[in-house]
């Protein structure tokens, strides 16, 4: 770590005394770039963001009108009519700053370049530098900043935005996703109108059951899928988040993102530097779907998604096969059924804890991390035996994060839980679950524990279900001192960064899956630390296409945990096929949230040869580059996506029937993202009776992309999943 950060100073020394620094400044990835105007003295404009430029392109980009003259990080106090991204209160009472730019540097790592911006106040000893990192390999920006006190006595942080972006005015759409529990990950679009658009999280733990902190904006008017041009914005946070859109009368539309500051006002010491979440950009020319092909590469290739190139094992979970009901018969009778359909990994659910109080159902227990020995008589070590025994790997879920007040953690640590100490307790789930307060280092250290006991009596442990359900009630710490009680929302945050860093200091290989009362942590504020994330408590195939179309839109596959479950659904009741609900399920990271043994002999038997199919369409479907076809929001009775390998050899297609009517007409279906020169041979794969016409021809990539395809989807729940190999 030392060395790294020796390494870096030295390529930042280096690399800036290299530096031509000129007033424009072209900060570029692979295919896009973004142009600064940094005047020694003056303030940081942002003139463009979109397709790559070269030097001798700059004056055209003033010379063609389109360049935009907003500063790239407006601060409040001096003339300021816009929203600022930085509002500050001195120890003097003055509420204003006055920066001009004293310096530029850039940076160069191995997979991309910093390029940094110093302000300074002008009157205050008061700095703020703005960071633009630039990927070598995928078309990301991240931006942040850096705010240091250097005055005798604390500044009060008002306001303190990751980074701003202004978009020019014309016919712009924007798409984000919205929810609730159970009906996560829902896509919004709309036309920007003059106003302020506020999209927010204030529940301090999941900060995607209800809006995601990451939007696209369309600027070529209705969003389209596969064209025009596109720029994306994702926050790196894990907590309370505040992104916003305020269009004026001027001409443009000014994005902003960052910490919900709301209650969040921090104290800045002297000498302290306050260092903003990243807020991650892209653009692309190429639809909304481009824009999510980039979100996704950066995931992998990046490891923005812990170990984002690794393919993912096919499970079973037991919450919707058992709920709570655990023991060692049952846990071994599900290891054995979904071995024998060819799966490899056997995760075991809520219910397994609790000496002093056995965890029965979800009143209380939660924290109380040890087996409950009349379930569980051979312990963890016995199930993780018992899983080689089945020739698959093993995996437990725990909620380290809470606790009840019916634990033995909360009667021996009352003030570790989040809580004011004047005013009655407010629980959630189960009328008894409380939030450990994370800011506070011990609960830290504990936190830690529970994954670092777990692993040192089961070194081969293969993964962990980290689930987090209740928001926080009781706003107050017993850690924090009295003022600096409204930093609780971002030291939380930090606390829960600073374990994850641990853990995966230590156990770099260890699958962990980030759960939050479904998903309520899709979101990059922790997935660099996560391998992928439960989508939503709702497995209704049906629904879950709406969802997982969503969650696409900045997610890659293989974080998207999506479970095969029972018919009837648990969640809507509704009697959906197999095959539809694997051909779902297969569209992401597949496995089984299902009680086997009352599955039926030929439901069984097509779970074993859809398993066997997934794992040959994997690559494909976890690696490969996403193309969103005819989208479920259109309303065309349908819907339609599909992954190309990169190298566009190989393709998986899908396609559901959404409703089902007489003499329903279907659309045609055209594909993307193949080679047009290039000749397929499609195999129909999942077939459930006569396979379609389809099955065995060949057909040119061209004819495939301009012309497309009609299927037969026939009857209610008609579904079809076709594997396309080039020639
Ligand atoms: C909420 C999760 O979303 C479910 O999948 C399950 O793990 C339960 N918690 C267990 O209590």
Redo the contacts with the bound molecule.
Sequence with gaps: MKIKSLLSVLLLFSASSLFAWNNDIIVSTPNTSLLLNAPKGGELKIVYFGEKIDNSEISQIYDSGIASHRAAYPVFGIDCQTEPALSVTHPDGNMSLDLEISDVTTAKETNATITTVTMKDKVYPFIVKINYKAYNNTDIIETWSEITNNEKKPVLLRKFASGYLPIRKGDVWLSHLYGSWADEGRLVQEELTPGMKVIKNKDGVRNSTTDHGEIMFSLDGKPQENSGRVIGAALCWSGNYKLSIDTDNNREHQFMAGINEENSEYKLTSKETFVTPELALTFSNEGLSGVSRNFHRWARVENKLHNGKKLRDILL?S?EGVYFDINEKGMDQMMGDISSMGGELFVM??GWFGVKYPRKD?RSSLGDWSVDKNKLPNGVPGLVEAAKKHGIKFGI?I?PEMTNTVSELYEKHPDWVIHQSNRPLRTGRGGSQLVLDVSNPKVQDFIFSIVDNLMKENPDLYYI?W?A?MSVANWGSSYLTADKQSHLMIDYHRGLRKVLERIRAKYPDLVIQA????GGRATYGVLPYFDEF?VS?DTDALQRIYMQWGTSYFFPSNAMASHVSAAPNHQTGRIIPIKFRFDVAMTARLGMEIQPKNMTDKEKEFSKKAIEGYKQIRPIVQQGELYRLISPYDKKGVSSLMYTTEDKSQAVFFAYKLEHFCNQSIPRFTMKGLNPDKTYMITEMNVDGKPVFLDGKKIKGSILMNQGVELPLNSEYSSRVLKLTAL
């Design positions: 979970n919450w659910d809520d979800d879920w909620e279900k689930d359900n759960c939050a009362s479904g439960w408590d």
